[in-house]
Structures are given as C-alpha cells and as structure tokens.
C-alpha cells in the first residue's frame, strides 16, 4: 500500500500563488506516476496534472501556463505550484500515483484550496 498526504492548501486572493505538496509513504517502490486532480463543489473530479517516473508531465489544457508539477523521486513527494489563481480553481485537490505494477491507484485525502475574488 502507497500512502499519500497532501499539503500546502488553504485561501489565496485571486491572481495569486500556491503551492501544494504531496509526500507519499509506505511501498513507495511501486509508485509509477504520480499527480493531482481536483474536484470543485458539485462537479466531477478532473485531471489537473500528471507527472512519470521520467519526468514526463501531462496537464488539462485549460491549465497550463499557469499550473506546473514536478516531482522529487528522492523525497516521493509531487508538488503542484499554482500562479494567477482565479475562484474558478476552488476545489478539493486530490493527490494520485499510479501502481506500476497495475495494482491499482492511491489517492489521498485531499486539500481544500478557495480562491477568493
């Protein structure tokens, strides 16, 4: 089992800047990718970005240029830096990895980010 938590959520000013970590532990030998999606109030949970073991990054469209992932294969941790936040950006941020060896995925369990205007 892969345990993943989140950190770095909370309230930020529209056009500002924030940035989420993400530390995992316990089989981290099995983490393949690893990433973030988000869920706002009364949507459907969706891609923001996704990071390989290679340092592959995959983001939704609509978000990039303004959110960026990296990885820290060394400290298992994913970090999402997030600038020019807009309200549309508040949501529940969920942390992902992927099971390289087609386990299943590890989610955790979420942070709340709230842009205000």
């Known amino acids: 089992q892969v345990q993943l938590v989140e950190s770095g959520g909370g309230l930020v000013q529209a056009g500002g800047s924030l940035r989420l970590s993400c530390a995992a532990s316990g089989r981290v030998f099995n983490i393949g990718s690893m990433g973030w999606y988000r869920q706002a109030s009364g949507k459907q949970r969706e891609l923001v970005a996704t990071v390989s073991r290679g340092d592959s990054r995959n983001y939704a469209d609509s978000l990039k240029g303004r959110f960026t992932i990296s990885r820290d294969n060394a400290k298992n941790t994913v970090y999402l830096q997030m600038n020019s936040v807009n309200p549309e950006d508040t949501a529940i941020y969920y942390c992902?990895?992927?099971?390289?060896w087609g386990g299943g995925d590890y989610w955790g369990q979420g942070t709340q980010v709230t842009v205000s205007s």
């Open positions: 992902y990895s992927s099971d390289r």
